[in-house]
């Protein structure tokens, strides 16, 4: 697989989102061939140790994980999703388009064609939870955030990826 630089998104905490200090990775078009196949983006994120792979969409609403980063593999469709939360940036994806969001970087889907789906996955398997930037839970949150430990593969390129370089630098 030839290598596609990912564009690196970085946007400040607000309220109760507290984003990250590390960037969100955007690889356009990195995968090919997916429609309707969820089961090669299963075993590449599974080859690079990103496990609990799951299909659907991604949530309308503004959330993120407190306990583990994710990535996000469109499979079929296209859709807006804001990253960052209320204040955030709103970036469009497609077909072959793969998004890392490291812990407490929020997202939600703002627009979707019918046919959109993702395949999910996280670092080593590691449990989700769901948050929604609620103030009163930012101490718990960020204690949370504290506790997650840097991927050791790129979900797409692995050991030597563009996310263990970049990532490993913040």
């Known amino acids: 697989m030839d290598l596609v630089e990912p564009i690196t998104l970085i946007i400040p905490s607000h309220g109760g989102f507290p984003n990250s200090h590390l960037p969100v990775l955007l690889y ?15 075993e590449l994120f599974y080859s690079n140790d990103w496990k609990g792979p799951w299909v659907n969409g991604i949530y309308s609403f503004d959330h993120f994980h407190s306990t583990t980063h994710e990535v996000l593999a469109v499979i079929d469709g ?4 804001r990253l960052g939360g209320p204040i955030g ?6 077909v072959g388009d793969v998004v890392i969001l490291p812990a407490g970087f929020s997202h939600a889907r703002m627009w979707s064609n019918q046919s959109f789906t993702v395949v999910g996955a996280y ?4 449990s989700w939870d769901l948050r929604r930037g609620d103030p009163k839970e930012l101490p718990i949150v960020l204690s949370n955030l504290q506790q997650v430990p840097l991927p050791k593969a790129d979900p797409i390129y692995g050991l030597n990826g563009p996310l263990v ?4 630098q913040q």
């Open 78 to 81: 296209h859709a807006k999703v």
């Open 28 to 42: 356009q078009a990195v995968i090919k061939n997916l429609e309707g196949n969820p089961s090669l983006v299963e």
């Open 165 to 168: 370089k970049i990532w490993s």
């Open 89 to 94: 940036k709103t970036i469009e994806i497609g």
């Open 123 to 126: 670092p080593e398997g590691r």
